[in-house]
């Protein structure tokens, strides 16, 4: 799994944002109307049995003891001075409205000091005589769950609409990074919203400046090169006539041999930086890889005076490559030279087709910069140049260096198998 897929999606999470929105409004409507129906109802018992109790003070006061008793269909009246008290009214000894589940009913009733002065009222519902509110209860519970559901529908519709309106400019201004190239046109900015505008005007920015120092790297290899050829070719042409005087010490001969040596380097990477900075595609004539190898080799002998190393060669004869001369032997001079210069004791180089393995325990860091001031960053832009591939690796003392030096436009689709893992 890539990074990216790893990474939350934006449409997705604000789906379950307003989704959960939507859900959690539903719950909290439910809870409320659950509330406001409670309180209605207490509202109405309450407001019943205070009326009832008022009546039957006011005939009390007309009647005294003669005054008829609450409704009894709807209530059952207690008095404290008269009659047996419930068990379960007894603990309730001061006036008020109260509520007690008996069982399974649910009990509300009212206590009042009584129209005499002695004792206390108690007013009680008969059995379900306070539940005449439940058919308009069972209305209301449909009632708040249908408009919760519609709500929640809402939200899920919003949320889908709001989802598309925020996330269609993003997922054009992904593509267009996708495609934000040098070598493509400028698009034309035209987000809806402020602050997409001024990122498509950033990236713009960027790719500007992006593209201006990629033509001034490849302006100044360009330059560069050309100018090192003049005074590359006045060390050559010196070296030259330095080799045909016969009477030249020792050490000056030799210092003349590293000038021409060092001159054709020189000029080899002269020609591999005008390649290199070069937009188009450069010609790609077939080389033997195996004569390189030894040559490089024999070039590099000096180094192979400071230990003894043992080389194992594994070399394919028939093996070639498409590519320009100066790319190919820098590519493979840098390698050997890594090698060369941090192995252990022993070497091993295998070519095999167009695949270049060498290995060779080291103790030093396989990312140093090494060969030619440019070491591995260098074959790095030839393979990005040529389309070949490099790999590295240190495994338990040992580096391994992988060079494979296919050419992606002259592979049939049937040899497209990518080389073995080395």
Known sequence: MTPQAALPSLRRRLVLILGSAGLLLLVLISLLMVVAEDKMEELSLRHWLEAEATRYQDDWLRLGDQAPAPSPRQFSSYWTERGRLPVWLKPYQAPGFFEQQLADEDKHFLVRPHPSGQGLIYLVFNDDADDYLDPYEDKLHLTTRLIGLALLLACIGFGIWLVGHLVGPLDRLRLRVTRLTPDRADFIPDAPWQELREIELALLEGKHEVAAVFAREQEFSRFASHELRTP???????????????????????????????????????????????????????????????????????????????????????????????????????????????????????????????????????????????????????????????????????????????????????????????
């Not at 030894?294 to 093996?319: H, M, N, T, V, Y």
């Not at 190919?328 to 167009?354: F, V």
Request: include cysteine; charge should be negative.
């Open 232 to 422: 590359n070719m006045v060390i050559q042409g010196s070296a030259a006539l330095l080799g045909k005087v016969t009477d030249l010490p020792a050490p000056v001969q030799r210092a003349t041999a590293r000038i021409r040596a060092a001159s054709d380097e020189m000029a080899l990477l002269t020609e591999t930086f005008l390649l290199l900075g070069r937009k188009e595609a450069v010609e790609r004539p077939p080389q033997q890889v195996a004569p390189l190898i030894q040559q490089e080799l024999a070039r590099l002998a000096p180094l192979l005076q400071r230990e003894s190393l043992d080389i194992q060669l594994a070399l394919d004869e028939q093996s070639k490559v498409h590519a320009p001369l100066s790319l190919l032997a820098i590519a493979l001079g840098n390698l050997l030279k890594n090698a060369l210069s941090y192995a252990d004791g022993h070497i091993d180089i295998r070519l095999e087709g167009e695949t270049l393995t060498i290995s060779n325990p080291t103790a030093a860091v396989p990312d140093q910069i090494l060969g030619y001031g440019c070491g591995l960053t260098i074959i790095e832009r030839i393979c990005d140049k040529l389309g070949w591939q490099i790999t590295t690796r240190l495994e338990q003392g040992v580096f391994r260096a992988r060079l494979c030096m296919s050419d992606p436009e002259l592979t049939l689709p049937e040899e497209g198998a990518g080389p073995a893992p080395s």
